[in-house]
């Protein structure tokens, strides 16, 4: 759109150029004398010069001869005007012609410009549609590149994930099943042993019970015992009471006389015994 | 790991057989219970009484301690602070009695104890006293009074006073002697002397009173209610005939006693004081003699040859029947009841010994307490873990006494004299 305007305003700035430069010759033509020697006017001066006749009788030749010249002044002054004027016309069609052409071939440069900026043009446009298109190809196929390598690393992180899982949860029952089978061996091995040990420390706290003599019969009372390592006795005491204080005092001296008590060495087989021993005395 | 922890944790709490250890202990055996009392610390010699033996003697005799003797111990701590029980654990006791006597102001004597737990390592009681020089033996009773109740949860009745009957002199010449001593025999106080015999002393309910038989008129017998502390004395029976063996109720207002008013002896009741007539509770043609109180003051027990040879018999107080008690033996006489009224002691014949014999009234069971020659005259002590009685000796008998539990037997004192009828005093 601007290249337009501005190849119509170079049109029009030639047009108005020529256009001056035929007033600057007429107005040269008006104002011009002979020793104002231009190019332009040389022609018409020599065709002036051709056609004027040479005068040579008296009056009626004088006349005749003023006729003549009058006539011939008249034909030479028309025959002069006729070719100013064609000269003129010849100039102005000339030059209308050249601005013709110039505007012509301004505009024949003109299209072409026109054409070939819009040629131009076109070929960015086409080259950068082209290269948006390819780009946008380019984008594409990396996007959809991208979105397939992530796609596939995820698949890959998912199965590893899962993989992973399963590994897991198989080792958790492999070590459930071993934990439960430890725990099974170690509750047989403590049973075993609480056949063993609660029997020794039955007889070792039963001949350590000595109460007085003469508490009523029927009593009967339950003592807590902490142990700690090796047997020994942390504390004993009465829980639930027989109601005969000396009764009770004889089953708590006679946990503290059998201290320490039998108890297995290793800590999962005593661990049932650190949790505390619970004693119930009963005379009969 | 830790998950693993938890889950066997959690799957040896989940079998039940290895929760808590819960086990029973069945038999074990009665005992004495091994007592150290170490000798008082003094700086004074007038404590030349040992009263550190008084108080060991006391519990041994109860047959529910086994003093250690102080030869064995290892150091004589005064204090708590002092003690190292590891010492005395191994030595075996369970408890141990600490102390000291101090002179104090105007001739008392500061007296202060602690009963010590040897295997829980404290104090179980402790006590500080001011005592006059005459008041230390009482003293050393009282603290094995509050040693026996702390650890037995019973009292122990060692404060108390026994009264009997001596005799001494020749047969010709008899002299007899109302005496009341301290429950370990000790400072025998003579509250009633007399050329004729004497017989039967037995306590008031309120430890101020004596009743007692006596011959002293003559060739008849009278009961008579002494006030110890006084002197004051009074016949509050003299009918014809027996009057014999008297025995207070449990509330102090009446006596029973025995009376052959009625051709035979039978046990009547009268006022304590003496006033009105005598009721008769008894009526057979047989001898019935020796009445004693159930604590209750329901029943009496008494001593009757009705079924042939002597037998306890028990009686409703109001009066009716009388039932036999004792079946054990051809001879059971001379009744006591234990205060609880549970148990019943009296003379028993076995294999031609007189023995004491104890017999559980609810269970129907009897034991023989004694192994002597001749023991006879059974009297509870007033806490009832303890029997007084006399026992045979060479040339005459003494004032001893048997725990009714573990039967510690022991003469309480050397006597010269023949000692008879003991009769245990209350708290």
Same mark, same amino acid.
């Given at each position: ?14 047009? /108005? ?167 099974? /061996? ?99 | ?17 290895? $929760? ?6 069945? $038999? ?15 700086? #004074? ?17 109860? *047959?529910?301690?086994?003093? =250690? ?31 000291? =006597? ?26 500080? +006293? ?25 009292? %122990? ?27 370990? %025999? ?20 309120? *430890? ?7 011959? !002293? ?11 110890? $502390? #006084? ?9 014809? %005939? ?17 009376? &052959?008013? *009625? ?6 009741? =009268? ?10 509770? #008894? ?24 079924? %042939? ?28 009841? &234990? ?16 023995? =004491?014999?104890?017999?559980?009234? !609810? ?21 009832? &873990? ?9 040339? *005459? ?15 309480? #004192?050397? +006597? ?12």
């Amino acid at each position: 759109m601007i290249k337009r305007e501005t190849a119509r305003d170079v049109a029009l700035s030639i047009g /108005a150029h020529a256009v001056l430069f035929l007033v600057f010759t007429v107005s040269l033509r008006f104002g011009s004398s002979l020793d104002d020697a231009v190019p332009g006017t040389e022609q018409s001066m020599q065709a002036t010069a051709i056609s004027q006749p040479v005068p040579d009788q008296e009056a009626e030749r004088e006349a005749e001869a003023q006729a003549q010249r009058e006539a011939e002044e008249q034909a030479r002054r028309e025959a002069e005007e006729q070719a100013q004027r064609e000269a003129e016309e010849q100039a102005q069609r000339e030059a209308e012609e050249q601005a013709q052409r110039e505007a012509e071939e301004q505009a024949r440069r003109e299209a072409e410009e026109q054409a070939r900026r819009e040629a131009e043009e076109q070929a960015r446009r086409e080259a950068e549609e082209q290269a948006r298109r390819e780009a946008e190809e380019q984008a594409r196929r990396e996007a959809e590149e991208q979105a397939q390598r992530e796609a596939e690393e995820q698949a890959r992180r998912e199965a590893e994930e899962q993989a992973r899982r399963e590994a897991e949860e198989q080792a958790r029952r492999e070590a459930e099943e071993q934990a439960r089978r430890e725990a099974e /061996a170690l509750a047989q091995r403590q049973a075993e042993a609480r056949g063993t040990y609660d029997a020794a420390i039955r007889q070792k706290i039963n001949r350590a019970w000595s109460r007085p003599p003469g508490i009523p019969e029927g009593l009967s009372a339950v003592v807590a015992v902490r142990l700690g390592p090796g047997g020994t006795v942390l504390s004993a005491e009465v829980v639930e009471s027989s109601g005969n204080a000396a009764f009770d005092r004889s089953a708590e001296r006679a946990v503290l006389r059998a201290d320490p008590l039998p108890m297995p060495d290793e800590p999962s087989l005593a661990a049932p015994y650190r949790r505390g021993v619970e004693l119930t005395f009963t005379p009969e | 790991m830790k998950k693993l922890l938890v889950l066997i944790l959690g799957l040896l709490l989940s079998v039940p057989a290895i $929760g808590q250890v819960k086990l029973e202990i069945t $038999g074990g055996a009665e005992a004495a219970l091994p007592i150290a009392v170490v000798p008082f610390q003094s700086e #004074t010699s007038t404590s030349q009484l040992d009263f550190a033996n008084i108080i060991r003697d006391n519990l041994y005799r109860s *047959g529910l301690f086994d003093p =250690i003797s102080p030869d064995n111990h290892l150091g004589q701590p005064a204090r708590f602070e002092d003690v190292r029980f590891r010492n005395w654990r191994a030595l075996g006791a369970d408890t141990l009695v600490v102390g000291e =006597i101090r002179p104090g102001e105007g001739g008392n004597y500061r007296v202060r104890y602690e009963l010590l737990d040897v295997y829980g390592g404290e104090r179980m009681t402790g006590q500080r +006293f001011t005592v006059a020089p005459e008041g230390l033996r009482n003293l050393a009773h009282t603290i094995s009074d509050q040693i026996f109740e702390a650890v037995t949860g019973r009292p %122990g009745g060692f404060n108390t006073r026994i009264a009997y009957v001596e005799e001494e002199g020749s047969v010709d010449d008899p002299t007899y002697r109302l005496t009341i001593a301290e429950a370990d %025999g000790h400072r025998p106080q003579t509250i009633l002397t007399s050329s004729q015999p004497l017989m039967s002393p037995d306590w008031s309910p309120d *430890g101020e009173r004596l009743a007692y038989v006596s011959f !002293e008129s003559g060739r008849s017998s009278q009961v008579f209610v002494q006030d110890v $502390g #006084t002197g004051e004395r009074r016949s509050v029976a003299a009918f014809r %005939g027996i009057n014999g063996a008297p025995a207070w109720s449990p509330d102090g207002e009446t006596l029973a006693i025995t009376l &052959s008013r *009625g051709g035979n002896p039978d046990i009547y009741l =009268i006022a304590a004081d003496g006033s009105g007539d005598a009721r008769q509770l #008894t009526d057979h043609f047989g001898i019935d003699t020796e009445p004693v109180w159930s604590p209750d003051g329901e029943h009496l027990y008494f001593t009757s040859n009705r079924g %042939g040879g002597p037998q306890i018999y028990r009686i409703p107080a109001s009066g009716g029947e009388a039932e036999r008690v004792t079946f054990e033996g051809k001879y059971n006489a001379s009744p006591s009841v &234990s205060a609880n009224g549970r148990l019943l002691a009296f003379t028993h014949r076995q294999d031609g010994h007189f023995r =004491i014999a104890v017999q559980d009234l !609810e269970e129907d069971f009897m034991r023989v307490l004694t192994d002597g020659q001749l023991d006879e005259s059974p009297s509870f002590s007033a806490s009832g &873990s303890m029997i007084a009685y006399t026992r045979s000796v060479d040339d *005459g008998t003494e004032l001893a006494t048997v725990s009714v539990f573990g039967r510690v037997q022991g003469g309480l #004192t050397e +006597f010269d004299n023949t000692v008879r009828e003991p009769d245990w005093g209350p708290l």
